[in-house]
């Protein structure tokens, strides 16, 4: 799948907003993409998970894991193409673990995946979960990187988007829409970092 049909996709479903948004990371922007509106429609959540899966056949990943919410499907779709395991992370007291009795072994590899990164920080976090559970990371992947994920997550893995692009996204107290006056929202799936 071409960066052209990903971000085809992200504007036929609506899933490619505009206006003044928080995101997850506490930045705002004035574009979000909300994936869910994509993931949606299996057809599309399946194509995805196929193109980011491509990459990493040759890696021996016998697990995907996703830190929740945004990432479950992709990592449903992803490990469905690969014939293997998809799991998640999820919160508690603020940090990312394994929960329901999801384990990763010390032989596991494990690729991480996730729909949008803009800081790489919850992908990151994700990984550590996976080596402190005795996996071995053999990339990342996720459908957008909205700017520098490649460079802060591309050092000791590999790291692959369907779509790159770089998207503005500002401290709140420098943000122009802020200045500006216009009423932001929160549209992700988790509480802002702080």
């Known amino acids: 799948m071409t960066e052209r049909e990903t971000l085809a996709l992200y504007e036929k479903t609506g899933a490619l907003m505009r ?56 990592a449903h779709e992803v490990a469905r193409a690969l014939g293997v395991r998809a799991i998640f992370a999820e919160r508690q007291d603020g940090a990312l673990m394994l929960r329901r009795g999801f384990v990763i072994g010390e032989t596991d590899r494990v690729l991480v995946v996730e729909d949008v990164v803009t800081t790489g920080g919850s992908t990151r976090e994700t990984m550590q979960v996976a080596k402190a559970a005795g996996g071995y990371v053999v990339g990342a992947a996720s459908i957008v990187n909205r700017g520098a994920a490649a460079v802060a997550l591309g050092a000791d893995e590999p790291y692959v988007a369907l779509l790159d692009v770089n998207l503005p996204a ?25």
């Not at 491509?54 to 021996?60: A, K, V, W």
């Not at 500002?170 to 702080?194: I, M, N, Q, T």
């Open 19 to 74: 206006g003044h948004f928080r995101l997850t990371s506490g930045l705002h922007s004035d574009v979000y993409l909300q994936s869910a509106l994509v993931l949606q429609h299996p057809e599309h959540a399946e194509a995805l998970g196929r193109a980011l899966a491509e990459p990493f056949r040759h890696t021996g990943a016998r697990t995907v894991i996703a830190p929740a919410i945004g990432g479950i499907l992709v």
């Open 170 to 194: 500002y401290e709140p107290d420098k943000c122009p829409l802020c200045a500006r006056g216009l009423p932001v929202v929160k549209p992700g799936s988790r509480p802002v970092a702080v």
